[in-house]
């Protein structure tokens, strides 16, 4: 992928094959000079890159010299105004292949013009700064989306919905990491310098709208993937049960149920649809305090704590949780906690209805249902919770599927860095330990905007482009 700005390249911007207008696109240093001679009327060049507003003139073009010419409609926008930024034309003709393919060879031929390679104008575009990577993601994403929701993701994105609060948090940083600097840097000057204090404030800021990101780009993951609800309890809380009634007779193999605590000792997976919402639901092994005072899985060797590895791992992955008590049982700590921090993605599921009359208070706004696996109870209403949830998580995503998997990373890297320098800045800790972090978040960021790219990483992306975009 030429990353040179320097030459004139030209594509056909319109659909292939007849129509009412074919529309030929050129970008270059000087492209107007392309055209001398075959556009009329004649271009006075100096007088149309002094003009400020984009200039369309009707006109003809000399298609070949022993024809009449055709009918062309030329648009141009001076260096700095157009789509790429730089200057840039297009040629408005009939929309016959012939015409089109034989200006685009003349032009090749005899004006040293190139046939633009895959999005080159929309690298062009990114290459002079008009637009960052996760706006030339978003062209492609206007391109390619399948339906209104995504043109409506995309157009956000293509607007700046995602630049803005980058550029914005890129600034901070960059503000208190070259302050940081100066303070390494200058230690022994009598300089007055920003103190470190005052960063936190402006650190906060850039954490809460990098959090608000990252939440953004684990939503279009979640909406990119298939969803997986797992099912999490203690054991014997009748979580296998709910796994069979909520499966029915889709799952390849029912999960053993039975009265003894600590039956189920893998998990089991199924491929489900409510209301044509997907998901795969995940039956696990009863889940206990220990397992959720452990923080991470951990090498281990009995049955027991190999069966709870599983369940961390299910937990891990998982997107919406099922959260299964016995109506009568209180909740435990863990519990408690886990609603409380798992408010938008967890629905407390209170089973075995049948055996109690009374069921137990809840606590805080978590979502709840009572069913019972037995006689089939409040299951229908459990799915419609399930299929809400599905469809909250999905509904606020406002980032383009390619830049979400290109960057997941790097922004949960600058959220991890940007904490961390919180941290450290609460324990006064001193300035280059503080401006380690800080560049860590600041070189994740400048990866999402391009900041700083490789070629292959350009190549990945626009080589997925129409040539003419
Ligand atoms: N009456 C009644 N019994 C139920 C219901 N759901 C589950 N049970 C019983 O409760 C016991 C435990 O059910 P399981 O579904 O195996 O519970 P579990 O949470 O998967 O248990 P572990 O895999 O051991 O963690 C079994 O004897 C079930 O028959 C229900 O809705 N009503
Ligand atoms: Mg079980």
């Known amino acids: 992928m030429p990353l040179s700005l320097d030459d004139i390249i030209i594509a056909q911007a319109s659909a292939n094959g ?33 003009r400020i507003k984009p200039m369309t003139v009707n006109g003809t073009f000399t298609v070949w010299d022993d024809t009449a010419p055709a009918p062309c409609k030329l648009y141009f926008w001076r260096q700095g105004h157009g789509y790429t930024g ?14 089109l393919h034989a200006i685009v060879n003349r032009l090749i031929t005899v004006r040293g013009v190139r046939l633009a390679n895959r999005g080159e104008f929309t690298l062009r575009a990114f290459l002079s700064g008009k637009i960052d990577l996760t706006q030339a993601e978003a062209v492609l994403g206007v391109i390619d989306a399948p339906n209104r929701n995504s043109v409506d993701t995309a157009l956000a994105q293509l607007a700046g919905g995602l630049s803005h609060p980058l550029q914005s948090v890129r600034e901070t940083l960059i503000s208190h990491l070259s302050n940081l600097e100066a ?8 300089l007055d310098f920003v ?102 899985i951990v090498d281990s060797n009995t049955i027991e704590q190999k069966t709870q590895q599983k369940t961390l791992q299910a937990i891990k992955q998982g997107d919406i949780f099922l959260l299964c008590a016995e109506s009568n ?45 037995k006689t089939g109870q409040g ?72 900041a700083v790219y490789t070629e292959d990483v350009l190549e990945k992306i626009f080589s997925k482009f129409c040539i003419g975009k």
């Open 18 to 50: 007849c129509g009412i207008e074919g529309i030929l696109r050129m970008s270059g240093h000087n492209a107007l000079d392309a055209i001398d001679g075959l556009f009329a009327p004649p271009i006075n060049a100096a007088e149309a890159r002094n």
């Open 86 to 99: 730089q200057e840039s034309i297009e040629l408005h003709l009939p929309c016959s292949p012939p015409i």
């Open 183 to 190: 303070k390494i840097d200058f230690a022994d000057e009598p």
């Open 195 to 296: 103190s470190v204090n005052d960063m936190r404030p402006d650190l906060q800021t850039a954490l809460e709208r990098i959090t608000d990101m990252n939440k953004q780009f684990k939503e279009r993951y979640l909406a990119n993937k298939q969803p997986l609800v797992v099912i999490i309890g203690l054991p014997n809380a009748g979580k296998s049960s709910l796994y069979n009634c909520l499966c029915g007779d889709k799952a390849l193999q029912p999960a053993i149920v039975s009265d003894t605590p600590g039956t189920t000792r893998d998990y089991l997976k199924t491929e489900l649809e409510i209301d044509g919402q997907k998901f795969q639901l995940c039956d696990t092994a009863g889940y206990t305090n220990e397992t959720f005072d452990s923080t991470d």
């Open 329 to 373: 049982s209180p909740l435990t700590k863990w519990q408690k906690t886990w609603l409380r921090d798992h408010k938008s993605t967890t629905i407390l599921v209170r089973t075995k209805q049948d055996l109690h009359e009374q069921n137990k208070q809840e606590i805080g706004n978590n979502k709840t249902v009572t069913v019972s696996a």
């Open 379 to 450: 299951i229908e209403s459990l799915q419609m919770q399930i299929r809400e949830c599905l469809q909250t998580e999905q509904s606020t995503t406002l980032i383009v599927p390619a830049t979400a998997q290109r960057c997941r990373n790097a922004i949960e890297t600058s959220l991890t860095a940007v904490k961390q320098c919180i941290l450290l800045l609460d324990e006064n800790r001193e300035e280059s330990i503080l401006a380690s972090e800080l560049q860590t978040a600041l070189n994740s960021l400048d990866e999402v905007v391009g």
